[in-house]
């Protein structure tokens, strides 16, 4: 069984959305899109790429980042992280969505999310890595399915957008177990849950 991962960029105030481009998710009137692009420096491109590089991973997405990268990254060709993306398993949690899915090496989980995933996590040796996919994130905490979080947290207040933790989030103690620090103020903080084996 591996290990499930949630990658999240994170402003101060916790906002998650639309962190990659303009447009990414106007949901709410949200008008920030790109916020995490200027942060971005060869410690970030370095310590991520490691990351998604390593073997052994498979990405997990919910419905929604699903649709927004499956439309995004395949039409990006110049782009080293496109072959990358591409060549990952993904798998995606959705209870409206049917196979095929439209991006390559995706496979459909459908039904109730934790149990999908408790489910996964049992039947593949991969390392399980979730970007984005806040609801989903917020679901497999609930059911204690997270065994890391990967924050990219930025020097940055919106004051406004979806933040990955909301009100009425299941308590949870974590113990930081890597801090890399960028030239541009991010820190990329790796958290457990502080009763996971040390």
Request: charged share 20%; hydrophobic share 40%; glycine share 10%.
């Amino acid at each position: 069984m591996g290990m499930l991962t949630v990658v999240e960029n994170l402003t101060l105030d916790g906002v998650m959305q639309a962190p990659g481009r303009d447009g990414e998710d106007v949901r709410g009137g949200f008008a920030h899109g790109g916020w995490a692009q200027p942060y971005s420096d060869p410690v970030m491109a370095e310590t991520m790429g490691k990351g998604m590089a390593a073997p052994g991973v498979s990405l997990l997405f919910g419905r929604r980042t699903y649709e927004d990268f499956a439309g995004f990254w395949p039409q990006q060709a110049d782009n080293p992280v496109t072959a990358v993306l591409d060549a990952r398993r993904k798998f995606v949690v959705s209870t409206t969505l049917d196979e095929p899915l439209p991006w390559q090496n995706s496979v459909l989980l459908p039904g109730e999310a934790a149990k999908s995933v408790a489910v996964l996590k049992e039947e593949v040796a991969d390392d399980l890595v979730v970007l984005g996919s806040g609801e989903l994130c917020r679901t497999l905490a609930e059911h204690d399915l997270v065994d890391r979080y990967t924050l990219l947290v930025h020097p940055l207040v919106l004051g406004t957008g979806r933040r990955l933790f909301t009100d009425g989030t299941a308590f949870a103690r974590l113990r930081l177990v890597e801090c890399v620090p960028t030239t541009t103020g991010v820190l990329i903080a790796t958290y457990r849950p502080a009763d996971a084996d040390k």
